[in-house]
């Protein structure tokens, strides 16, 4: 079965530090993966994704990602973060007419 | 483009009622999906659509109904409301495996 992990729950940072949010996915083939994220009582909002080719993606908002088939994993990154980047992040892996999610970190960003 | 929406946005229900969820996009989109987001489990797919008149089973189907008779609207149906069915119900429309989330409907069950 599919399924997607998440390993850290909460993470904090300081504006302007880099930050890495690490998913590791379960799939027998290739699937497609995305990085999503939410705001306090929002919906869902698309960082980016990955389908196939080149393994560093860009996503919105200065995030990337990078797909590493070997390590079934597709880690979230970016050189600097901003206040406003606080919210709720969730890694994604979609399957013939499904998609799974994992359960999600949370990023608090201190000034 | 209103994109998805979904209505209401907020409802306390008594165990054992019955309720609605909307859900209607404008985008076009075949493919449509309810989840439930519980606190610490990120989102679990309950129903998903493939087009009009076509829906299946997710991953957490029991207790709830769907139908799809337009390509527009998708809803959720709870016919017994349980205290478990307590969460934040998103859905979702898709165009080339992009999800378009609605705002969520928060679902109280007392």
């Known amino acids: 079965a599919q399924s997607v992990t998440q390993p850290d729950i909460h993470i904090t940072v300081s504006e302007g530090a880099s930050l890495e949010l690490r998913c590791n996915y379960s799939?027998?083939?290739?699937?497609?993966l995305f990085w999503y994220v939410q705001s306090p009582g929002q919906g869902l909002q698309l960082l980016l994704k990955?389908?196939?080719?080149?393994?560093l993606v860009q996503g919105i908002k200065g995030f990337e990602a990078e797909f590493k088939r070997s390590q079934s994993s597709f880690n979230l990154r970016k050189p600097s973060v901003h206040w406003s980047d606080a919210a709720e992040y969730f890694c994604?892996?979609?399957?013939?007419?499904?998609?799974?999610f994992g359960t999600g970190t949370s990023l608090t960003v201190i000034p | 483009n209103a994109g998805v929406t979904q209505t209401p946005k907020f409802r306390i229900l008594k165990i054992g009622q019955s309720m609605t969820l909307q859900c209607t996009q404008d985008?076009?989109?075949?493919?449509m999906y309810w989840y439930r987001q519980d606190p610490g489990m990120g989102l679990k797919l309950i129903y998903y659509?493939?087009?009009?008149?076509?829906?299946d089973k997710g991953e957490v189907p029991n207790g709830y109904n769907v139908s799809r008779s337009t390509t527009e609207d998708f809803p959720l149906r709870l016919e017994l409301a349980a205290p478990s069915q307590t969460s934040v119900y998103f859905c979702?429309?898709?165009?080339?495996?992009?999800?378009?989330f609605g705002p969520g409907t928060r679902l109280t069950v007392t």
């Open positions: 979702a429309s898709t165009e080339a495996y992009e999800q378009y």
């Open positions: 990955y389908f196939s080719g080149d393994t």
């Open positions: 985008m076009n989109h075949n493919y």
């Open positions: 994604a892996v979609g399957t013939g007419n499904q998609f799974y």
């Open positions: 659509s493939v087009g009009a008149g076509i829906t």
């Open positions: 799939y027998g083939a290739t699937p497609y």
